[in-house]
């Protein structure tokens, strides 16, 4: 069902980076408009005192809200967006009071998780890779998680972000995968920029201690390998490919930058595999693929991904770069947002990149 006119949208998790790159981008969006920015921290405060490079906007006007007050302004027969850019753990409980506000009064709510809450298919497989309890096991059949460039339509009611990591290898992978030149064995390494780890500083995080520094951490057990396996399984025929990741913290901000390497069950030309990727993502506006590897400077600010293929022999590389805080979260879940609206997936997100930052 395809909906007409404005849709207001609920953004959770209001003072952190994604829920900043949420409104910045919705502020651009002829659809979507933002109906209230939940805060637990901020609670009536003025929402360009979080984020100051929005002044100067409709921004000016909005205050942070509770998320109590956020669930009065559902209404009956009502169709009201929801972007969740709170913490893994937390934000299952959440979603699961909102959504039973909505169904209490009547409201279409569409519900896009950029957490990690709604990425498995079941608890299980949530509680072995969190370590807790999930948060509202009932509400995860709601959820579709992937890419949506990897998935036809919107095959659940709400949808679950990848995460960033996950985003960047599998747009890389699948098509490979997809298409049965590649055995099932990824490996990929990743370097991210340090807004992928959220607006409080930690002993890692820590601007002096990064800026100038480039490490490995959590090689061959970070939480998006299994995330990866997962949703590269069904461009395998089901068959969850053994993906093996090394994520890097990089000296940047934002950003991912992805080398995935495959095996080829046969000898193919870079120009003949490039050609086969950039055919898997025609339809879409965000993915472009090339024979040179690509820059982080062509997608940053932007919701597109671009990949760079190199061959030889039996080995392919791709090289594929995003934006962690827009295809890999804000700008992800806004496509996703059109897609559960019936819209265009591109809507609102067609913007250009500052080139440098
Ligand atoms: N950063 C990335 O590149 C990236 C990429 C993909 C996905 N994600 C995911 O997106 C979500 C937000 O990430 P982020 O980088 O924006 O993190 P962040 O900067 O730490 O922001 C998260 C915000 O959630 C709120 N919050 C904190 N603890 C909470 C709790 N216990 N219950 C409810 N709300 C709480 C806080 O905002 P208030 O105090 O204003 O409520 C906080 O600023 C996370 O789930 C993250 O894993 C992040």
């Known amino acids: 069902m395809t909906h007409e006119g404005l849709v207001p949208v609920i953004v959770l998790g209001g003072t952190g980076y994604v829920a900043g790159e949420c409104l910045r981008l919705l502020l651009g969006h002829p659809s ?26 409709a921004a000016d006007a909005w205050s942070f809200t509770s998320i109590e007050a956020a669930l009065g302004s559902l209404r009956p027969g009502r169709t009201v967006g929801v972007l969740a850019a709170t913490p ?25 998780d950029l957490s990690a809450d709604f ?3 079941d608890a299980a497989a949530y509680e072995a890779v969190y370590g807790h309890a999930h948060g ?17 339509g919107a095959p659940a009611r709400h949808a679950a972000q990848p995460g960033c990591f996950t985003t960047a290898v599998t747009l890389a992978a699948y098509p490979f995968l997809a298409a049965g030149l590649v055995e099932d064995d990824v490996f990929a390494s990743a370097v991210t920029g340090s ?18 520094d480039l490490k490995a951490y959590s090689p061959l057990a970070h939480r998006h390998e299994p995330e990866m396996r997962r949703l590269l399984a069904a461009a395998s025929g089901g068959r969850e490919p053994d993906v093996q990741f090394v994520p890097h913290s990089g000296p940047f901000v934002r950003g991912i930058h992805a080398t995935v390497r495959m095996t080829l069950k046969a000898d193919h030309s870079a120009e003949d595999l490039a050609a086969l990727a950039s055919r898997f993502y025609a339809d879409g506006s965000f993915v472009r693929v090339a024979t040179t590897p690509p820059r982080l400077s062509e997608v940053v600010g932007t919701n597109r991904a671009r990949l760079g293929v190199a061959a030889r022999g039996r080995t392919l590389v791709v090289t594929s770069v995003i934006d962690n805080l827009v295809k890999g979260a804000a700008g992800g879940g806004i496509q996703w947002l059109n897609r559960l609206l019936g819209w265009p997936d591109d809507r609102g997100l067609i913007v250009p990149g500052p080139g440098w930052f």
């Open 195 to 212: 807004s992928g780890s959220g607006r409080t500083p930690s002993a890692t995080t820590h601007h002096p201690e990064r800026h100038a």
């Open 119 to 121: 990425r498995y298919p």
């Open 136 to 152: 509202a096991p009932s509400r995860i059949a709601q959820f579709a998680c992937g890419v949506p460039e990897h998935i036809v």
């Open 88 to 112: 893994h753990g937390a934000t299952a409980a959440i979603l699961d009071r909102l959504l039973a506000a909505a169904e209490a009064v009547g409201a279409d709510t569409r519900v896009v």
């Open 32 to 57: 979507l408009r933002v109906e209230s920015v939940a805060s637990m921290s901020r609670e009536g405060g003025a929402v360009t005192a979080a984020f100051p490079h929005l002044a100067g906007t």
